[in-house]
């Protein structure tokens, strides 16, 4: 489910649902493991002493059910009710991650760089200063996650054309229309030595 719409509209990009289905069953199938192995309980044998010791292993255990039980849910919920999970609009965008939205006017950006992988090929929109961004976010998971996705990838504004419904030349093309770009060029992301490169 995508909305193309011409520059001067909302453009609003939705998750691939069978990628959606994909991570509900792979989560899924992670949660009922870790089900099954806090039901097996500690091995006394084990090499690993996080596996012998029972507060560090149904510590784990619990972690475990947590993180992939959210993610599960995560991925059901998407799959009834679909949220777009970004919005490029003609004064600013949105981008999500779990559920988080980060919002800002396009005028806060100066780049767009490509960081391409195996199973990605993720456009990371720049910010012109990332610190600031962060500091006017109130403490919090938003913020949290805010500045977790700024070390990683230099802005917490991230676009996985892989996992949305998109012609992914049109979204470049609608992100060029909307963001001057201030960097240095660099080389086109097909010749480019692996690791983050500029978006064509």
């Given at each position: 489910?995508?909305?193309?719409?011409?520059?001067?509209?909302?453009?609003?990009?939705?998750?691939?649902?069978?990628?959606?289905?994909?991570?509900?069953?792979?989560?899924?199938?992670?949660?009922?493991?870790?089900?099954?192995?806090?039901?097996i309980?500690?091995?006394?044998?084990?090499?690993?002493?996080?596996?012998?010791?029972?507060?560090?292993?149904?510590?784990?255990?619990?972690?475990?059910?947590?993180?992939?039980?959210?993610?599960?849910?995560?991925?059901?919920?998407?799959?009834?009710?679909?949220?777009?999970?970004?919005?490029?609009?003609?004064?600013?965008?949105?981008?999500?991650?779990?559920?988080?939205?980060?919002?800002?006017?396009?005028?806060?950006?100066?780049?767009?760089?490509?960081?391409s992988?195996?199973?990605?090929?993720?456009?990371?929109?720049?910010?012109?200063?990332?610190?600031?961004y962060?500091?006017?976010?109130?403490?919090?998971?938003?913020?949290?996650?805010?500045?977790?996705?700024?070390?990683?990838?230099?802005?917490?504004?991230?676009?996985?054309?892989?996992?949305?419904?998109?012609?992914?030349?049109?979204?470049?093309?609608?992100?060029?229309?909307?963001?001057?770009?201030?960097?240095?060029?660099?080389?086109?992301?097909?010749?480019?030595?692996?690791?983050p490169?500029?978006?064509?």
């Open positions: 489910m995508t909305e193309e719409t011409t520059p001067a509209d909302v453009f609003k990009l939705y998750p691939k649902k069978h990628k959606l289905a994909l991570g509900a069953f792979g989560t899924g199938s992670l949660l009922v493991l870790a089900a099954v192995a806090a039901g309980g500690p091995s006394g044998t084990s090499t690993y002493f996080f596996l012998r010791d029972p507060l560090l292993y149904y510590g784990l255990m619990a972690l475990a059910m947590a993180a992939f039980g959210y993610l599960f849910l995560f991925s059901l919920r998407n799959l009834r009710t679909p949220k777009p999970w970004a919005i490029l609009s003609p004064s600013e965008v949105q981008t999500n991650a779990f559920n988080l939205y980060f919002e800002e006017r396009w005028e806060a950006f100066n780049g767009i760089m490509r960081v992988g195996k199973r990605s090929n993720m456009l990371v929109l720049r910010l012109k200063d990332p610190q600031q962060l500091d006017q976010l109130p403490s919090g998971r938003k913020k949290t996650m805010a500045k977790a996705l700024t070390n990683r990838f230099g802005s917490p504004f991230l676009l996985d054309l892989n996992a949305l419904q998109v012609d992914p030349q049109q979204v470049v093309l609608y992100l060029q229309s909307k963001i001057t770009t201030e960097l240095e060029p660099q080389e086109p992301a097909e010749t480019a030595a692996p690791g490169s500029a978006a064509p």
